[in-house]
């Protein structure tokens, strides 16, 4: 039967309770501030992304008065697909475009990390929890080997 490996940050060891009582704030304090430092940089990429799209609207806009005043002096009728299309395939627009997805992925590995950071302060509260109820029982001599 295969067993399941634990993380060494939610291990503890019951012959030194002692040791792992004074340790766990520490673990504990070190992931809250990494989920903080985590949730700032989420928050700084959505304002990023919300930045770069507001960019690409201003682009998009422009790009497309350029276009139609471009062949509004020329003899040929532009149709509104005929403009967007040139407008898609100028490269400042591309360049946003990819930005914009660069972001996009960024954000979502973020929410993935945060996701994962929450899911190790669950695990270590968890842990705190068994600490106390093991020191409980180490106090009342649960794990006595006297045979009296």
């Known amino acids: 039967m295969n067993s399941i490996e634990t993380p060494k940050s ?4 019951r012959m030194a309770l002692d ?6 704030p520490g673990e504990l304090l070190k992931i809250s501030e990494e989920r903080t430092r985590l949730d700032n940089h989420l928050q700084n990429l959505k304002q990023s ?3 770069t799209k507001r960019k690409h609207e ?3 806009a422009q790009l497309q008065l350029e276009y139609r005043t471009t ?5 040929r009728k532009m149709t509104e697909a005929t403009i967007q299309s040139y407008v898609i395939s100028d490269p400042r627009y591309q360049d946003l475009q990819s930005e914009c997805a660069r972001l996009e992925w ?3 590995a973020a929410h993935t990390r945060v996701s994962e950071t929450d899911n190790e302060l669950n695990a270590l509260k968890i842990k705190g929890h068994m600490l106390r109820d093991l020191t409980a029982l180490y ?4 794990f006595s080997t006297d045979a009296r």
């Open 10 to 13: 939610i291990h503890i060891d």
């Open 19 to 24: 040791q792992e009582l004074c340790r766990h």
């Open 49 to 51: 992304l919300i930045e």
């Open 58 to 60: 201003f682009l998009q």
């Open 71 to 75: 062949f509004n002096t020329s003899e």
């Open 106 to 108: 960024e954000i979502l």
């Open 139 to 142: 106090t009342a001599n649960y």
